[in-house]
């Protein structure tokens, strides 16, 4: 399967050059795209991160595979951080790997034709309405009253915008968003397909025995550079706004309850669940499958591992996990005497038997 | 952000009489809305939840927080079941707060434009459909051959209902909802956003070596006040319906898989998976991210702990925890042993030294 | 609710021939359905699942319920794969059940009226795409520059396929699905409403105090055979291809990330989390809501059990549960000692006792 489209070709002394990178080695050769080193071709640049980690993401197995399988590479030249030795191809040297690889992806980026700016003319466009220059809007949208759109977003083919909503500058909102009324965007968000924000929440009293909602009057405030996957729910306040915190990115199939307060540049992976008026700080790192309780506090900087059931607040730079989630290391001490059980109860046994011995020997004396 | 379109403004003794509630202290302030006792500003009312406690949600931590900051707050007034000592506030003392606050939480709802009554042009809606008066149907709506919706529905843009499908009165379809064919909801039923009823169930006999899929002929029956969070999938039946009983409601993200039977006023919330031909009682309660295996019965009144993953049959009335799912009083003596874990293998090792040095003296005597 | 458009009726004995049974009792009973053994009625075929299990899904709790009710079904004729004694109605017995109850749900399948041949005239596709003969195009679909589609595939109504993407021969798509471009679909796909293909993964770089998206530039290859239920997510690579393998099979709210590689014929059921470059071998079994943590390999013919959380590579044929996940008879072990902590806690008290007493006698003898 080829990729259409390549957009770019550069010899590797060019590509040095665009990236600001010391170049090792013969700097002809023709490249056209970004590779990891077991499946880069001759004509891809691989990449070496190396002990300056500075990587994120939702995993840490991947660093330590590369080295090992640089040499025997196919290919066309290598970024790294460090000049590696006895390497017979060419290497970019840079300072910072990972800023290096985004900018060689961007560069080798497929060339795709944008949204055309506008609006499409099967878009339903409520006249109140107020779209800033340089907005592309797809096919099927439908804008509703009161609506704001910032300079250059993009709304894309089958989107809802409901009533009063805003959308701020350079948005991207994907196929089939659904956002509902009142809710706020901020500049530079981004939001998947499929994704729904604004929903009414999960908050219901029993009264004379039917569960009656507890009605919605809130909104959504997602900030600047927040980044949202695919398939996600973002429910609306009951009063107030369910806020997200600027430069904050979330996975696919996340939800989000009502009156959740996130803060700056956390980091939310797949299939986490946040239940309704939790508080996360600044910093914030949820891998993936979590589940948090409703009404609690997690500190600025809290690491929550995968599957992590929190029923606490947490304080400011704690590593946490399971389920129930306590402390990492004590977690993991009782795991490892978890899996020690079954020797603790052959000790036991046998230590029953010994004691046994003992007392049969001491009733002999009387 | 300020919420645009405030709809309602009354002072605190005409709220007190809409809500029924006896006044104490001055009821000339202006309300034009609802907050928590921490947010809530001078314009608005507040409510403290007293101890009779009638709220059911997805947590329990809520309420201890209020009474203690009660006295800071600045809202203009407070909705309580109780008089409260020293208050230097307006109170409305009602008889169920909770009752009270949604009443509220209506009066000052926003102003919302509603869908109109009848179809947007674009809507594409076969002709054999039977629409009721009063159905109000969105943009770019597919409504195919069969479909019947009764009296006052609300089917909102980019929904797709499939044939033969039926839709009671006063339902409400958000966006891009998808209804597959040979679905039925009742009445007052309400879907949220980008969610999918009656898609084909995860069901394939392995046969010479490849899955081959169950063929569904089933539908789905979504009784009278049921209530559907956001990007959920409730799978058809292979053989009858898939059936959610009156007045369960069903958070974001969840999973009801074919063949599920749900009973009435249960609860499920966010991203809970009932695994194929589960039954599951009256007034049961699924904490969030739940997992039930299939064929399993779950008795009335059940109560599941968040994250739990249940493998068998759970009696009525039981509250179970964990992954494999216990009852909640054994898990938590369980809990509260693995986390002495460290402690009791100290005492084993400390116990196995003072038999060594029994033994010893034992040895000795010989 | 009686199902609408019944779309065939035979007697025992025509049913018995199309299936290719031996037709043991009266063959003069009219067919019109497939039920369960619990829920036929008289014009209802049931099934009894023998001792030769072939039947693969999400759990196994529901053959051994079968046998027990047959005799008091009220099913007009039941098929088996072997005679059943003392049964008052007629069998049809066959080779292998699951094949004939899924030919005898295909019989009966309600009678849907297919999407039409062609577009529909408000599918907005574009001039470049390539669309076979055959082809059925839904309202409000959107189809990018450079899309091909293959002889006699679906795209219903709401969907949007993105630039280049490609999809083979008798793909079905139902609603509201979202293709990003350069994806690519074999034969045979099936992807059911609200998925997502796609997807942008979520890879950031912690660059000066702010995550960076890496740029994906890769795409999605889904095999012949494959499908994939409602509202899941499949992210693109960031280089090459996320790939799923032909003939697997994938349950709803699946989410499986960026540059991961699933093998042949696998099953992942509803609510899986797959991390980043996983990859499965070839018959993998994953059950409801089980993660796994990113740059792991899975095994050829594995099987996960629910909720379990995998952390590290598992070897071809392992069975393994938990989170962390362990294989599965150790893990059973120590659960069961779990269960025994309590007592166990007890046992070493008491001989903390025992000893404390043997000491006394030792230390009275001094």
Redesign the interface.
Known sequence: ?T???ISMRLTVAQLAERLGAELIGDGSGQIN????IE??GEN?IAFIRGSKE??????T??NV?YLSAVKQSLAGAVIAGMRIEDLDKPQLIVK?V??A??EA??I???N??PLSEGF?P?A?VAESARIAKGVAI???V?I???VEIGPNSVV???C?IG??STIGNNCHL???V?V???C?LGNNVVI?????IG??G??????E???????H???V?IED?V?I?????I?RA????TIIGP?T?V???V?I?HNVVIGK?C?I???V?I???CKLGDGVVLA??V?L????EIGDGVIIG??A?V?NDIGAGEKVVG??A?NSK?AF???G??????K??K??KQ??K??ER??A??DNKK
Chains 1, 2, 3 share one sequence.
């Open positions: 399967m990729v259409k489209g795209g970004v590779g990891t499946t880069a891809e500075n990587h994120v993401h939702s995993g197995n991947a595979k910072n990972d800023a690889l985004i992806l961007n080798f980026a497929p795709l034709k499409d099967s339903k797809g096919a099927f439908v509703e009253d009161g894309a083919g089958g809802k009533e009063n994907d196929s089939n659904v509902y009324h009142n706020h998947q397909a499929n994704t729904t929903s009414t999960f908050g219901y009293s029993l009264i025995g039917s569960h009656k909602l507890i009605p009057n809130g909104g405030v550079f980044e996957g695919a398939n996600c729910c429910d009951k009063f107030g706004n430069g990115k996975d696919n199939l939800q309850a540049n980091l992976a797949g299939q669940g239940s309704g008026s993936g499958q589940g309780t409703d009404n609690i995968a599957q059931g029923m389920s129930p306590i004590e001490q009782i795991m005497l978890m899996k020690r059980l079954p603790l109860n000790q036991l230590l029953s010994r004691v003992l007392e020997a001491e």
